[in-house]
């Protein structure tokens, strides 16, 4: 009898155990199973990030079931960091995909969540004063008023140097003779630094650190691009996700999560814009608050509802740095790209039937 009801107390001992670890098995394979992905970008903070940290921030990523590393390398050209296998995906203008490509190197861009060239001009406001311009004047007239100026960039080859060369080309200017580029390590506050030095006289660069220019050192804009672009960039695919062609090899899976946790965020911004509005003001502190309503009036509407790539648009990215690369007195970018070459859709259009 008490052989017996050992036996039994050991059977339900071991039935137990069976079950407990077959309940701890399940819950670590369920953690494991969350794919963690690490993700490059210029600056820390800025709209032009934001659909990526708004998305791991508000839990959309968390959703998707994916977790997601940004990291900043406060330099203007990113995209060689996907040779090292160290970062995963690198968030910056097609630029720089583009020319990658033409070297050779094997990455695919396969989101993209920004469609206006959202990097504006500041001049400092006795500049703007002095040349009778504003951001309201004709296009030829803000390009002159950059003449003889010291104009800061994040660095050659990144967008705000584009859209100086850009520009310049519109305007019949020469950007390596009318006006001086000056590339600036460091970021928005580098660039802030070198106003209140009188390093540069004007800059380009994305929000916050514009209005910040507007708020701190007595900035005004000459090119406010979200709102008033040129009419040649008035929908242009500026900010996109690129990838090595081996991360889309082995680990796609988790690339399809991400691209569905941006997709969540991108929902969100367009049909929640209060709940953007209350995020960003928390993300972007230290802006005042007229000027943050102002930054928000600008830049809260500067996403793609959707964050898959559009072969018009990349079209439209070609033509733009062919026309800069001949201000640089660099050649054109190879005639074999297209959108089939460059860009994976596939991964996004995935993320995308799963929402």
């Known amino acids: 009898m008490d052989n017996a009801k050992i036996t039994r107390r050991k059977a339900i001992g071991i039935v137990g155990g069976v079950a407990a670890a ?13 794919p963690e992905l690490t993700t490059l970008r210029s600056t820390s903070k800025s ?35 996907l040779q090292g296998g160290g970062v995963d995906i690198v968030l910056g ?15 695919r861009t396969f989101v993209a969540t920004v469609n206006r060239y959202a990097s504006h001009i500041l001049l400092k ?43 310049a080309s519109l305007g019949g200017l020469d950007a390596n003779r009318d006006f001086q580029l000056v590339p600036i390590q460091g970021g928005g506050p580098a660039v802030l630094a070198a106003l209140q030095q009188n390093v ?17 050192q007595g900035c005004g804009y000459l090119f406010q ?40 965020a991108l929902r969100s911004i367009k049909n929640e814009p209060e709940k953007f509005k209350a995020w960003a003001k928390d993300w972007f502190e230290g802006l005042e608050p007229a000027t943050f309503d102002l930054a928000f009036a600008n830049n809260g509407a ?17 033509e733009f ?15 074999t790209l297209s959108f089939g070459n460059v860009s994976d859709p596939s991964i996004a259009a995935a993320a995308m039937k799963s929402l």
Not at 22 to 34: G, N
Not at 47 to 60: I, V
Not at 134 to 154: C, Q, R, S, V
Not at 238 to 262: M, N, P, Q
């Open 22 to 34: 077959s309940f701890l098995s399940k819950t670590v394979h369920a953690q494991a199973s969350v």
């Open 47 to 81: 709209w032009l990030w934001a659909a990526e940290d708004y998305a791991n921030s508000a839990g959309f990523f968390t959703e998707a079931r994916v977790k997601v590393a940004s990291n900043a390398s406060n330099r203007g050209t990113n995209i060689a960091a």
């Open 93 to 107: 203008d097609p630029g720089e995909a583009l020319r990658a490509r033409g070297q050779n190197l094997q990455i």
């Open 125 to 167: 406001n006795d500049i703007l004063t002095k040349r009778g311009v504003d951001e309201k004047a004709p296009l030829a007239k803000k390009i002159e008023a950059l003449k003889g100026l010291k104009l800061g960039t994040t660095g050659p080859g990144a967008a705000p140097d584009a859209l100086f060369r850009f520009l």
């Open 200 to 216: 540069i006289e004007g800059f380009c660069l994305s929000s916050p650190t514009a209005d910040l220019a507007v708020q701190r």
């Open 225 to 264: 691009m979200a709102l008033n672009p040129p009419p040649q960039m008035a929908e242009v695919q500026y900010i996109v996700a690129s990838t090595a062609e081996s991360t889309i090899a082995t680990k796609r899976d988790a690339l399809e999560r991400y691209c569905r946790g941006i997709a969540l």
């Open 302 to 318: 500067i996403y793609f509802a959707d964050p898959t790539p559009k072969s018009e648009l990349l079209a439209k990215n070609i």
């Open 321 to 335: 740095i062919n026309t800069v690369n001949k201000q640089m007195g660099a050649a054109a970018l190879p005639d």
